[in-house]
């Protein structure tokens, strides 16, 4: 069922729980991998609206997200600029706290307003009760399949300071004039960075990155160090060290692996790719493969980015 109001999410919300039909919610379901069919009632959340008033931003759930970064830019606002061409809907970006090339999308929400799914009540909740974290919020946890985000408040700034922290983006801004570089110039350059290291969804279904970076403290980073000196890391506020998964997976040789139509993405390790008719469990049984030639090999655990539906 497409909705298109919070008053119709109530409505379609009640009409489940009087047919006693579990309900799945979805936006783009560029970032979900379904496991099975789906039973009961799916609501596809497609509100619509983007207001701007000063350096706050106000933007329903069913806004396309690259849309939104684009039309903050245009109003002279900056901070979404590194999360250009992210697919996907402004609704599920707090889900997965969305990040890229050195920014994340916490840094950025004042409020998420969502609807209870079992009273139907209007909830707000504040930076901290969404408990951000890597690629994680409460919404992936306590409030999974309990709450309807139906619009993101973020607080922006019209002064501009570039975050060009990452490899490609500085090599980048050498070829650069650093005093005159833009919000809107590096939006274009990380849309041409991901169009070129990224498969395109809408050529090849790919839900993007698949696994998680894994992070580890000091010590356990030290130690990999020396067992595999080539092995790319970046340390963390809190001391502790993200390494590239999508380097662990390739120093196996596992692009090219396949399962069915499901396949590592000769573009990118680290996305999973359906060549033809794979099916979501095609998927998962590619992704647990990888697991398990990353644990053996390097004794490290890869966590599923994607939400998995099921």
């Given at each position: 069922?497409?909705?298109?109001?919070?008053?119709?999410?109530?409505?379609?919300?009640?009409?489940?729980?009087?047919?006693?039909?579990?309900?799945?919610?979805?936006?783009?379901?560029?970032?979900?991998?379904?496991?099975?069919?789906?039973?009961?009632?799916?609501?596809?959340?497609g509100t619509r609206g983007i207001d701007?008033?000063?350096?706050?931003?106000?933007?329903?759930?069913?806004?396309?997200?690259?849309?939104?970064?684009?039309?903050?830019?245009?109003?002279?606002?900056?901070?979404?600029?590194?999360?250009?061409?992210?697919?996907?809907?402004?609704?599920?970006?707090?889900?997965?706290?969305?990040?890229?090339?050195?920014?994340?999308?916490?840094?950025?929400?004042?409020?998420?307003?969502?609807?209870?799914?079992?009273?139907?009540?209007?909830?707000?909740?504040?930076?901290?009760?969404?408990?951000?974290?890597?690629?994680?919020?409460?919404?992936?946890?306590?409030?999974?399949?309990?709450?309807?985000?139906?619009?993101?408040?973020?607080?922006?700034?019209?002064?501009?300071?570039?975050?060009?922290?990452?490899?490609?983006?500085?090599?980048?801004?050498?070829?650069?004039?650093?005093?005159?570089?833009?919000?809107?110039?590096?939006?274009?350059?990380?849309?041409?960075?991901?169009?070129?290291?990224?498969?395109?969804?809408?050529?090849?279904?790919?839900?993007?990155?698949?696994?998680?970076?894994?992070?580890?403290?000091?010590?356990?980073?030290?130690?990999?160090?020396?067992?595999?000196?080539?092995?790319?890391?970046?340390?963390?506020?809190?001391?502790?060290?993200?390494?590239?998964?999508?380097?662990?997976?390739?120093?196996?040789?596992?692009?090219?692996?396949?399962?069915?139509?499901?396949?590592?993405?000769?573009?990118?390790?680290?996305?999973?790719?359906?060549?033809?008719?794979?099916?979501?469990?095609?998927?998962?049984?590619?992704?647990?493969?990888?697991?398990?030639?990353?644990?053996?090999?390097?004794?490290?655990?890869?966590?599923?980015?994607?939400?998995?539906?099921?």
């Amino acid at each position: 069922m497409d909705v298109d109001s919070d008053a119709e999410i109530v409505e379609a919300l009640s009409y489940a729980r009087q047919h006693r039909w579990p309900v799945t919610v979805l936006g783009g379901g560029s970032n979900s991998v379904l496991a099975q069919d789906l039973a009961g009632l799916v609501i596809c959340v497609g509100t619509r609206g983007i207001d701007v008033t000063g350096e706050r931003v106000v933007a329903a759930a069913g806004e396309p997200w690259d849309k939104l970064v684009r039309q903050t830019i245009a109003a002279g606002l900056s901070g979404l600029e590194n999360l250009t061409l992210i697919p996907g809907l402004v609704g599920a970006a707090p889900i997965q706290n969305i990040g890229a090339y050195g920014v994340e999308l916490a840094a950025m929400v004042e409020t998420v307003h969502a609807i209870d799914m079992d009273t139907g009540q209007a909830l707000v909740l504040s930076n901290s009760d969404c408990q951000f974290g890597y690629r994680d919020s409460i919404f992936k946890q306590a409030l999974r399949q309990r709450v309807i985000i139906t619009r993101v408040c973020l607080r922006l700034n019209r002064d501009f300071s570039p975050q060009l922290d990452y490899a490609d983006l500085q090599r980048w801004q050498v070829l650069q004039a650093p005093e005159n570089i833009t919000a809107e110039q590096v939006s274009r350059a990380v849309a041409e960075i991901r169009q070129k290291k990224l498969p395109d969804p809408a050529v090849i279904g790919n839900a993007g990155s698949f696994f998680k970076n894994p992070q580890i403290d000091a010590d356990h980073w030290r130690q990999l160090q020396q067992d595999f000196p080539g092995l790319p890391a970046r340390e963390q506020a809190d001391g502790s060290w993200k390494l590239s998964a999508a380097w662990l997976i390739d120093s196996l040789g596992l692009k090219g692996l396949k399962v069915g139509d499901a396949a590592v993405s000769d573009q990118h390790a680290l996305v999973l790719v359906n060549s033809g008719k794979a099916t979501g469990q095609d998927i998962l049984v590619l992704a647990r493969q990888v697991q398990q030639q990353v644990m053996n090999r390097f004794n490290l655990p890869l966590e599923i980015e994607p939400v998995v539906v099921a």
